[in-house]
């Protein structure tokens, strides 16, 4: 299923996986962040959503979405909170100016953590 919105110029498309894409892009800029675990695709609810290298996207009603991050971080004396809140600020702007659409919540699951 595909993000759809509609403008002045008509009608705006966006794949899942174009927005797992750019979310997976901005986590692993993140200080802190050693990668994203890949995960199957499951069922949250009664909404199938899939998954691309850690990042699952659910849609929601309105151009809205829901976005969570499967990580493993370093451990470098920064708190895993602090990292995670980057995460979270860095995943929603970026998506937002990509897909000029709502980012409801960034959801950070820490799955490991690296000495």
Do not use: W
Request: hydrophobic share 50%; aromatic share 6%; with cysteine.
């Amino acid at each position: 299923m595909n993000l759809t919105t509609f403008n002045t110029f008509g009608k705006i498309s966006i794949s899942k996986l174009a927005i797992s894409k750019v979310a997976a892009v901005s986590v692993l800029e993140c200080v802190g962040v050693v990668g994203l675990v890949p995960q199957r695709v499951f069922c949250k609810g009664n909404a199938f959503t899939t998954a691309h290298k850690g990042v699952v996207v659910t849609i929601l009603e309105n151009d809205c979405m829901n976005i969570d991050v499967y990580v493993v971080m370093k451990h470098t004396g920064v708190s895993a909170y602090a990292v995670s809140d980057s995460i979270r600020q860095s995943v929603k702007y970026s998506v937002e100016r990509f897909a000029g659409m709502i980012v409801k919540n960034v959801i950070v699951h820490i799955v490991d953590v690296k000495l």
